[in-house]
């Protein structure tokens, strides 16, 4: 499994590689960086299909099942994020 990390705004985001070409977010990074407490509460606003689990083991303690979402699963989120918006940039 291939796991590249990039940079929003300060965060860092995993990005997974379901199939090749193909790379999907771990969703509580994403949720982290929009501000969302609960990832939970940003993934209720998802299709299912913009939705997956993968078994990511890093060597940390916790469960190593990890939510990932679709490339377009991301931008709903920022669409709808609540609180201020004025810092939210898509590019």
């Known amino acids: 499994m291939n796991i590249k990390i990039e940079n ?7 990005f997974i ?5 193909e790379w999907w977010a771990v969703a509580k990074d994403v949720a982290d960086a929009l501000g969302y407490n609960h990832t939970p509460h940003m993934l209720r606003r998802l299709d299912d299909n913009d939705i997956s689990t993968v078994r990511l083991a890093d060597g940390t303690d916790g469960n190593p099942n990890m939510s990932i979402i679709s490339e377009f699963g991301i931008y709903a989120p920022c669409l709808r994020i609540e609180g201020n918006t004025s810092s939210v940039t898509i590019s």
């Open 8 to 14: 929003w705004n300060g965060h860092e985001i995993r």
């Open 17 to 21: 590689e379901k199939e090749p070409g």
